[in-house]
Each structure stands twice: as structure tokens, then as C-alpha cells.
DNA sequence: GCATCTTCTGCTATCGTTTGCAGAAATTTC
DNA sequence: GAAATTTCTGCAAACGATAGCAGAAGATGC
């Protein structure tokens, strides 16, 4: 492996020298500066990082913790939160917890050993002691999910919002006997979306019918178990709302294996928005979500923290530290107004 | 921050012996090694990983090259990279390409400055001389597509028999007017699907017509555009097949778009089996690939170079270091047997 | 009781890079 | 021409962890 030395050894100067020119200090004569520099190029000179991490500070790294990047919604957050750090020069270190406090205490611990420059993590429902601990290490900010045992800004879009759309648009419609199903209550997603449909049921003077609503940790096969469990009640609800990108797909195959009209005898209102949306039956109504540009806003936070780490009292602009993001409601063929035949027929 | 020096002296010994007791060192004593550890997880010890490396060897990092995560196709390999590797204790950094050479160049760089373990990468067309210098000293394996510039094992899919999958069902249907939207021919994924494409052709004689075929960098709107161009002329293809991931769903909108009956008045083949092409019209018949096991066998054979390059000889199980798996065709309501009409109509 | 062996621990050099300080060389000033 | 100044470069000490070597302490054998 080539070092500075060698490089040294061949220009004929010192290796602190050769340090100096190769960060382009001032006080290094530009012929000394050309010389080390082809030099270096000849010889395939690559800085050893760790080396330079000796004296102090922090690496390139930044971690990007999600649940499952088989997601969607993490994968295209992935996408965007990667290029935003490339530009600044940081590489990504992906980590799957999928929702296991261990593992993100292991990716955590992973990143505060490499000294990574800090981490954006979509936070597990009760996070290890041992973790909240180590995050005190390492600039980090929360995505999409709010932690309360973790104070970091927090970018994700307006839980409350979301569900409210679904609701006011599915009450609209007259529908009263709405099915919800949702992630883990313990997560702020989970919990933000489920009281804000309450409020909305309440506003029109209902009650969420818990035998409607399900929440779960977003196993493999849980929403499309959930799916058949509520939908083979009588009487029958006569929509349904998925409140959560990964509960989706698995609720619209049960629906669809369950051989129900859509939305002649069910609406539905899915959750995050996508092309196959438009594909399934008369297209899917859903909460849109400007994935790209939470995730967007999530790195240049992270990178915001940094410069105000190294120096407090500059002017450059500064992005937001925290921003909540409205989500949409795209409206499909899945949901319709309820038909008085309905009612009767489901009863 | 915490030191193995600020643990020696809390416990009262040399730093060496903190060292030796933490990496379980035989030789030393029992009580010893309890007391360092009890003062380590007193003092909230994290080691510094940097300094680790300063000795050689090198970290625990594996970088993932993909031209873009939100493709399904890799977000889906790269969860079951991640997986695998932290599974070994291995952390991924991911680094997204878009198939330019300029960001793989400067991706791999980080990663040799990093001393990372290895790198799985999805090659771009044509990668920088400077790129293939600083391969040679990391350990790599090519994914999906196959460089010959590239000397390196390769994990991927059979790419002839999926668009010979694809080709065959198509001609067996009774179609002589196949439309064709590949990827960048440069690349081996692009020119090994196409010359099979032709292969199958010229076995019932019949030559590929290159007014009916389209090969794109798969730049966001190329393959909705190549889709709309090819249908615009007269006559009219009978069927047409997708060769990449990527353009899959862009094709499907367009033909939606342009409001042609599917499969009376077109026949389409898909890439890429997904939930999702279940949905579209009565479900897209396409060429399903085994992409958590592709994935899988690459992290485990990238990481079966480590073992080799360590140690030689030894009689534990190696995973392969090469592997190729053979994709299938999920036949579904976007083909069907070419009408006699049909000929008529679109001439 | 002495030698020998075993068991455990400390000293110290090392990895590659950076940086404060000092000093050399070149240039300018009077 | 000497002094002062500027411009450039080298020395050496860090940073944190590890491992070879040596040595101390204790156990064992005769």
C-alpha cells in the first residue's frame, strides 16, 4: 500500500510535505505542490481515511437506519437521502432493523465505533437504553417516525393529516362502518393516525368499532390476515383504510381474493401513493406522500447539524431543523358513495 | 471519549492488558478480564475502529454499487445484501451509480480509502480505467450485470433464457411482430437479452425488425416514450416484451394511455414479476427472477472471498463463487394467442 | 532451597496522517 | 552588507489499539 511516505521518498521531501500539499496548504511552494501531486497520481496514492481519523473527528459516513427497504416508501427515502449526502461529499451505511431494538443497537453501536458523521434513523418502537445512550455520540436526526426517548429533530409528514383526509373523504361518502388497519400503536405513525381517524369518526358523532380495527407490527402476512378477519364480520364494514405503505399491497390481495366488489361494496382508501395504485381494479384512492421530499429535507437536516456543530455563528442559510409534510389525497375509483342498497345487503 | 487508557486506569492496569482482556485473550487472567469488562460497560466503552485499522487489515465495510434503489429490482437484492451481511458482522455502505462511471469511480474510491472489506457492484457501461486500478485491490464481485473488463465472479440471472422465456411464449401464441424495449446494449444485461430475443426469432425465421426495437440508457422517460413510438406505426407490432426491471411499469402506463386493448389488440410481456403487474388490466404475464436468491448468493460468495484470501486451505463449505439463476414466466391475462383479426386490423 | 516451568502482565514500537514549532532559505529593506 | 521579513520545509509528537518481547509472580519438581 502506497502511504506519504512513499510518496515522499520519491519527490525527495518530507512526509509532512507531502500532507500539506496534498490539502493544498498555502505555505507549500506550487512546484513542490505539482510534483507531490503527480507523484501521487503515478503511484495510485488513495489517503488511508482511518489514518486521518486518529487526530480527532469524523469519518465520511452517515448512517441511514429503516425497517425494510423492501418499502417503498424506504427505498425511494434511501434514494433521495443517498444522493443528497453523495453531493456533500458522505456515503451512505444502510441498516435494517426491521423493528428490532437489538439491531438497531447494533447498527448504532456499528456507527459510533466507525465514527460516522451521524445518522438519520427511523426509530424502533421502544429503542434499548443502550442506544439512546450512544446516540448522544453521534448527530442524528429522526425520520418519519417521532420517538419521545430520543431528542432529535424529527422529518416526516403530518401523521395526523394523513388519516384525517381518509376519513372526511370516506364520511363523505357516507360510509359509517369504516375497517381501519395500521402499524404498531406504540409508534408515533402508528398512534398519531389512529387518534386522528378517531377524531374524525367523532366529529360526525362515531366510534372507531375496535372489531373494525386492527394494528399491527407489519409482520409478512399481517395485513392481509387482518384484511380477512374484519372483512368476514357481520355486518361487514363498508370501507377500509390502510394506514400504513407496507399494509397496502397484502390488505388489496385479500380483497381481491376475497372476490368483493370495489367499490360497489366496499371503498377503499390505501396509503402511500404509487403508479401500480392506478392499476389495481378502477384504481386505488390513497394518501399521497411527497416521499422524495421529506427524505430530501431529512439528509440536508442532518448536514445542517453538522456545519452548526463546527460553527455556530455564520450566516450561510440554514435548512429547516425539523420539517412536517402535507400529505394528499388522490382520488381513484375504490371509493364511492355508500348506496342505501348497501347497507341493506351487508346487514 | 473513552479510551482503553482511561479503562487501565480505572482498573489498574496497562492499556495492553485491557486489550488483550477485551479481545479475549487467553493469557489472561480470569478476574482480570471481568474487571476490564465490568469497567468498560461502566465507562460506556466504544471502541475506535479507525485505530483498529491503523495495524492493517481492514473494516468491517461493504459497499453495494446499484445505478438506483428505487427500482424494485435492487431495493429488493439490496435487502437481502444488507441482511446477509450484517448477519457476518458486516456493514453496507450504498452507493448509487446512476449508471455513471464518474460516481462509480468516485464510490470506489471511498471505498478503498476506507479499507472496506469488499464490494458488490452492478457495473456501469463503461467504468474508468482508474475505476478497474482500484478494483484489483478490494476484493469484488459483479452483480446482474457482467463487465468483461471486470475480472471478478459474477452473480446474475440467466439473461438469455429470460428474454427467450419471454420470445418463445410470444411466437408459440402465433405473434411474427414482437416489439422489443431493452436496456443499454453496452451493457451485458442489454446486448445477452437481445441477442437471445433474435436467437428465438431466427428460429422461426424471423429477423428482430429495428423499427419495432428500442435499447435506452433507461433515462426516467425512455422506455414511456420508446413504448408510445414503437405503437404509433403502422402496421402495428402484435406483442410486445419489456427486458428490464425499469421499464416495466413506464410501458405499461403508456399502452394504458394510448388505450389499447391488452391482449386483443397487443400482447405484453413484463420484467420483473412484482404483486403489482397483477393488477394491471387482467394481470401482466412477465419473466419473474429469483432476486432475494440472487442477491443472497452474492453476499455469500463476496463473502466466501474473505475466507479464501485468508486462509487457503481449510475444509469448511465454500458458497459458490460464481452462480447463475434461471428466471421463469408467470403467465397471466396480458397475452394471448394471436388472432386472425388482429392482422387485419392493424394493417 | 534452587531450578524450571507456567501463568499472567507491562513496556514499547508500530500503523498513516496531521500539525505546532522551529529553522532554513530566499527575498526585501534600510 | 547586515538585519528584518517572508516563504517554504523538516522534525517530532500526537491520535488509539495491538502484539512481540521480556520480565514478574506464582506453582511445581527434585
Chains 1, 2 share one sequence.
Not at 456515503?91 to 459510533?112: C, F, I, N, Y
Not at 409528514?157 to 363523505?172: E, M, N, V
Not at 368483493?260 to 406522500?289: C, H, K, Q, R
Amino acid at each position: 500500500m502506497i502511504t506519504i511516505k512513499d510518496i515522499a521518498r520519491v519527490v525527495g521531501v518530507a512526509p509532512s510535505t507531502v500532507a500539506r500539499a496534498l490539502a493544498d496548504h498555502p505555505h507549500v511552494h506550487e512546484d513542490t505542490k505539482a510534483r507531490v501531486r503527480e507523484a501521487a497520481a503515478q503511484l495510485g496514492y488513495v489517503a488511508h481515511s482511518p489514518a486521518r481519523l486518529m487526530r480527532g473527528g469524523t469519518s465520511s459516513l452517515i448512517g441511514l437506519l429503516v425497517p425494510d427497504v423492501r418499502n417503498d416508501f424506504y427505498s425511494t427515502a434511501a434514494q433521495a437521502i443517498s444522493e443528497g449526502c453523495a453531493t456533500a461529499g458522505f456515503q451512505v451505511v444502510l441498516g435494517l432493523t426491521s423493528d428490532s431494538a437489538a439491531r438497531e443497537l447494533g447498527h448504532v453501536h456499528g456507527l459510533v465505533s466507525a465514527r460516522a458523521a451521524g445518522v438519520i434513523l427511523v426509530p424502533t418502537a421502544r429503542p434499548a437504553k443502550a442506544t439512546l445512550v450512544l446516540l448522544e455520540r453521534l448527530p442524528h436526526v429522526q425520520f418519519i417516525r417521532r420517538n419521545r426517548s430520543i431528542h432529535a429533530p424529527w422529518f416526516g409528514i403530518d401523521d395526523a393529516a394523513s388519516t384525517r383526509l381518509a376519513a372526511q373523504h370516506l364520511l363523505g361518502l357516507g360510509h359509517r362502518q369504516i375497517a381501519y388497519i395500521g402499524g404498531d400503536r406504540r409508534l408515533s405513525t402508528g398512534s398519531e393516525r389512529f387518534e386522528a381517524f378517531e377524531k374524525a369518526l367523532a366529529a360526525h358523532g362515531l366510534r372507531a368499532q375496535p372489531e373494525y380495527c386492527a394494528h399491527g407490527p407489519g409482520g409478512v402476512a399481517f395485513s392481509a390476515t387482518a384484511t380477512r378477519q374484519i372483512l368476514a364480520q357481520t355486518p361487514r364494514p363498508t370501507a377500509l383504510m390502510l394506514a400504513g405503505s407496507h399494509l397496502t399491497v397484502d390488505a388489496l390481495e385479500a380483497v381481491r381474493a376475497l372476490r368483493i366488489a370495489v367499490p360497489d361494496e366496499l371503498s377503499i382508501v390505501g396509503f402511500n401513493d404509487s403508479a401500480a395504485l392506478g392499476w389495481w381494479g378502477a384504481g386505488v384512492t390513497s394518501v399521497g406522500l411527497p416521499v422524495f421530499d421529506i427524505a430530501g429535507a431529512c439528509a440536508s437536516g442532518l448536514l445542517g447539524k453538522f456545519r452548526q456543530q463546527r460553527n455556530a455563528g455564520d450566516d450561510i442559510p440554514r435548512p429547516p431543523s425539523e420539517a412536517m409534510f402535507a400529505p394528499f389525497l388522490v382520488e381513484r375509483g375504490s371509493t364511492a358513495r355508500l348506496a342505501p342498497r348497501h347497507t341493506r345487503k351487508s346487514a
